[in-house]
């Protein structure tokens, strides 16, 4: 049986830093993405500015240029791919990871079965051609982000096919009736967008007003959008249930009624199209089925210096370490974990 010393799952900006560091300890690695490089930046909106600068994007030394403040998606795609063949990593793209599970140990000489060495680790992923397989690695780093696990309603319609967990381009919507769910940055740049491509938009959103998070630059837009009335706003309001022509809502609270428009505690709002954009989390139950435990928000319990979860010898890196609080992980930051993981299973070996 081939045992690698480290398998990273993800290659996203944070399993790509690992993957440099992995290279430059001469350990014997390898990537596993369930997409393409940096599949969350692909999937992102294709007009989609980035909140910070280009130097906080940097991984490896490489510079990031960029004649913009403030780097685009299209920018950060192109760099990352610079990333990759500059540095010459191995990546298998196309292949999801089903189950990590840990196997046993090494024995001296390096087999599987024995007892005292380290754990063995067994990564069984399928491609996307449906073929399967297994590899064996020393340690695992689940660097898996965030961004392909939308935070569900559990409504009633929430699988209709004119309903999105996803924004993509506004043009597609000219002269529809859209209704956004959401208050976060998401949610009011699509609300802009879709308003100015000729949607009639209307904005639901559980809390009392806009998240405090919202780009600086974005939010005046969207607040004098609302306030005009060219984007109608629900505040204080929960989806129950979305039909193919419309979405049920009700109140919270009899608060704001000035503000909303709503003169009673349900409505149906009129859509042709639904986008949920209610945030996402890490794959908390391909970590768990690894037997990593949880804590009460919903992140993995983990070493706050090395990142090793209970499970030794398996780390989370990035996105996957934050639980419900994803707005606390950003690529400025998840971008150090992996050298410093690295650094951790470098010494052990």
């Not at 290659?11 to 690695?29: E, R």
């Not at 004098?224 to 979305?242: L, P």
């Not at 109140?251 to 709503?262: A, F």
């Not at 928000?297 to 983990?302: F, Q």
Request: hydrophobic content about 40%.
């Amino acid at each position: 049986m081939s045992v690698r010393d480290l398998l990273i799952v993800g290659a996203g900006p944070t399993g790509l830093s690992a993957a440099i560091a992995a290279k430059g300890h001469g350990l014997d690695y390898h990537v596993i993405e369930q997409g393409v490089l940096v599949n969350s930046i692909f999937r992102f909106p294709p007009q989609m500015v980035f909140f910070t600068t280009p130097e906080l994007l940097e991984i490896g030394g490489l510079p990031f240029v960029s004649p913009y403040e403030k780097p685009t998606r299209v920018e950060a795609l192109r760099y990352y791919r610079k990333v990759a063949d500059t540095y010459d990593l191995r990546i298998a793209f196309g292949e999801r990871v089903l189950s990590v599970q840990r196997e046993g140990d090494l024995d001296e000489a390096g087999g599987a079965g024995g007892s005292g060495g380290e754990p063995v680790f067994a990564v069984e992923t399928r491609s996307v051609r449906g073929v399967r397989r297994v590899r064996h690695a020393r340690f695992v780093i689940m660097a898996i982000g965030y961004y392909d696990h939308p935070n569900r309603l559990g409504v009633p319609g929430e699988d209709l096919p004119h309903v999105h967990h996803y924004y993509g381009e506004p043009y597609g919507h000219y002269r529809e009736r859209v209704v956004i769910v959401g208050g976060g940055n998401s949610a009011a740049e699509s609300a802009l967008e879709l308003f100015r491509a000729g949607a009639s938009v209307t904005l639901v959103h559980r809390g009392p007003e806009l998240k405090s998070t919202i780009k600086y630059w974005v939010r005046p837009d969207i607040e004098n959008r609302i306030k005009e009335g060219s984007i109608a706003a629900r505040f204080d309001t929960v989806v129950k249930a979305i039909s193919p022509s419309a979405v049920v809502t009700e109140r919270l609270s009899p608060r704001r009624v000035e503000d909303t428009g709503i003169r009673g505690e349900a409505d149906a709002i009129p859509a042709e199209t639904v986008f949920l954009l209610t945030g996402y989390r890490a794959d908390a139950d391909l970590l768990q089925r690894a037997g990593v435990a949880f804590d009460d928000r919903d992140a993995p319990v983990h070493d706050r210096d090395t990142f090793e979860t209970n499970v030794s010898g398996l780390f989370v890196a990035g996105g996957a370490v934050a639980g419900v609080d994803t707005g606390t992980i950003f690529i400025e930051n998840g971008r150090f974990h992996g050298e410093r993981i690295v650094g951790t299973i470098a010494s052990r070996l």
